[in-house]
């Protein structure tokens, strides 16, 4: 990675010149959390395999979670998300990083609480179950402030680009900046849970490392193997990295 230095806010991005794009990323603002969210909800919710783990339930709040709603609203409270737009359309954005700084306390929440849906809507509840039970299996057991002797720690939370700017390293280019904003704030470690193949070729390339993972073909859930056919995605992946 570049020395920190070298790193300010808002960077044009370099883009090959037979592209029409003027690309920049900024570090995102709590006033675009509303329009980060409804780009997830069209470029990496009804990707696989979120799709399937967000359609095991078919209800209307199943098509809009809320609770990631409010993660991501609270996530760009802070300055560590990034944003990447287009002012070539309209300004518009084209590629997001969702990452959010966990310290080590003596009252740390259980993993299964971390993904409690954010609702006192009771049809809420069941929204994102079998979504929340994937990610409790490959967190289970794993202790990554203890793993990389670290007192705070960084989670790359959602990493989206808009499939028409896809193949450009646009996702690579906001991992590595994430990295490089966790540096210079002191975090010991950075890490994410892979879940989709995207995601997990990005991180292996920026040096992550599997910590844990769950094969989706054997998954069981509810007596169900409700992941055994997902194209082009075979594993969920716990992955991390020291910085």
Not at 11 to 33: H, K
Not at 120 to 141: C, M, S, T, W, Y
Not at 142 to 152: C, G, L, S
Request: hydrophobic share 40%; net charge negative.
């Amino acid at each position: 990675m570049e020395e920190q230095s070298t790193l300010t806010f808002p960077l044009q991005l370099e883009q090959a010149v037979d592209r029409q794009q003027t690309l920049t990323v900024d570090i995102a603002q709590p006033n675009d959390g509303q329009e980060i969210f409804e780009f997830l909800l069209q470029h990496f919710f009804p990707l696989a395999p979120i799709r399937q783990l967000a359609l095991y339930d078919e209800s209307e709040e199943a098509k809009r979670p809320e609770w990631i709603e409010d993660i991501v609203l609270d996530c760009v409270q802070t300055p560590y998300s990034l944003v990447v737009r287009d002012s070539c359309l309209h300004n518009q954005i084209v590629a997001v990083a969702i990452n959010e700084f966990q310290k080590r306390t003596l009252s740390d929440v259980t993993n299964h609480q971390l993904y409690a849906p954010k609702s006192n809507n009771p049809a809420q509840i069941g929204v994102g179950r079998l979504h929340k039970a994937v990610l409790e299996a490959i967190n289970r057991d794993v202790d990554v402030f203890a793993i990389y002797e670290t007192e705070t720690k960084m989670e790359i939370g959602a990493l989206a680009v808009d499939g028409r700017y896809g193949r450009q390293g646009l996702a690579t280019k906001l991992v590595d900046l994430s990295l490089r904003i966790a540096k210079a704030h002191g975090v010991g470690a950075v890490w994410t849970e892979a879940l989709s193949a995207y995601t997990a070729k990005v991180a292996f390339k920026l040096g992550f490392e599997v910590l844990k993972s769950v094969t989706y073909e054997d998954f069981r859930y509810e007596g169900d193997l409700p992941l055994a056919n997902i194209p082009g995605h075979s594993v969920g992946l716990l992955m991390a990295r020291k910085i």
